[in-house]
Each structure stands twice: as structure tokens, then as C-alpha cells.
Nanobody, 119 residues
Framework: QVQLVESGGGLVQAGGSLRLSCAAS????????MAWFRQAPGKERDVVAR????????IYADSVKGRFTIARDNAKATVYLKMNSLKPEDTAVYYC????????????WGQGTQVTVSS
């Protein structure tokens, strides 16, 4: 099992930016599809962005397209989520997840990091 540790969350004003990081405990995570999910209070956990093993393919939820960027550094076994033009509706706990099979099933999850956007 790969341990995933998120960091970089916090409180920011609307229009501001944050960069989340997700560090994996093993370099084998570089062979996994990675994703960021978020869950707001009272809502389901939804995928925000996904990135392929090589980083060559990225997919975003419509709500964050053009504002968020997912990237990875396989040498550091780290995945990032750069969030620009943040809105109050982006407030949620953000989770990093790893899919070993790249089949849409996520095997390993981080503990989450809180992002709060004030209006």
C-alpha cells in the first residue's frame, strides 16, 4: 500500500491561489494514475483532476477547467494541484488518490487537506 500525504491547503480569499502537493511513500507511485478529489460538507466526493502515469494526459472537471492545473514529478513521487482564481464554491477537503490499474478504481488515498475560500 502506498502512503499519500497531502499538504498546501489553507484559507485564501476569492480570486487567490494555492498549490497542493501529494507526496507518495514509494517511487512505484510513478507508475500509477493519480487524481485529486474534493468533498464539500454534505456533498459527495468528486474527482477534480486526473493525470496519467507519464503526465502526458490530464483530465479536469468542468467546474475547474482553465483554473486548476494538475502536474506530477515522478522523480520526487509527488503530484501537484495548482489552483488559481479560487471561488468560495471550491471550499472542500481535497484528497489525493492513486490508481494502480488506471481503470478508474483508486486503491490508495491520502488523509485530505482543507481548502477554504472566503468571499
Amino acid at each position: 500500500q502506498v502512503q499519500l500525504v497531502e499538504s498546501g491547503g489553507g484559507l485564501v480569499q476569492a480570486g487567490g491561489s494555492l498549490r497542493l502537493s501529494c507526496a507518495a511513500s514509494e517511487r512505484t507511485a510513478s507508475t500509477y494514475t493519480m487524481a485529486w478529489f474534493r468533498q464539500a460538507p454534505g456533498k459527495e466526493r468528486d474527482v477534480v483532476a486526473r493525470i496519467s502515469r507519464s503526465g502526458g494526459v490530464t483530465i479536469y472537471a468542468d467546474s475547474v477547467k482553465g483554473r486548476f492545473t494538475i502536474a506530477r514529478d515522478n522523480a520526487k513521487a509527488t503530484v501537484y494541484l495548482k489552483m488559481n482564481s479560487l471561488k468560495p464554491e471550491d471550499t472542500a477537503v481535497y484528497y489525493c488518490a492513486a490508481s494502480r490499474g488506471g481503470n478508474g478504481y483508486y486503491d490508495d488515498w491520502g488523509q485530505g487537506t482543507q481548502v477554504t475560500v472566503s468571499s
